[in-house]
């Protein structure tokens, strides 16, 4: 067994009052995993295009107010 299928198995134990414990971490733990990501990924250039796009967009009257 892998250990993600132990993961997987461990969860779906839990009682109601702990699952819910557990969902609130995981999206805590999840959220700062993609904040970092991102702000690697910022950092490394990898969004510049899409960022003069949007401005280049902007700048043409391209983009509508939300």
């Given at each position: 067994?892998?250990?993600?299928?132990?993961i997987e198995?461990?969860?779906?134990?839990l009682p109601p009052e702990k699952l819910a414990e557990f969902r609130a971490w995981f999206?805590?733990?999840?959220?700062?995993?993609?904040?970092?990501?991102?702000?690697?990924d910022i950092h490394a250039g990898k969004l510049d295009h899409y960022a003069a796009e949007a401005l280049r967009a902007l700048s043409e009257g391209r983009t509508k107010e939300m």
């Amino acid at each position: 067994m892998t250990i993600l299928e132990e993961i997987e198995r461990a969860v779906e134990q839990l009682p109601p009052e702990k699952l819910a414990e557990f969902r609130a971490w995981f999206e805590q733990f999840d959220s700062a995993v993609f904040d970092s990501k991102i702000e690697s990924d910022i950092h490394a250039g990898k969004l510049d295009h899409y960022a003069a796009e949007a401005l280049r967009a902007l700048s043409e009257g391209r983009t509508k107010e939300m």
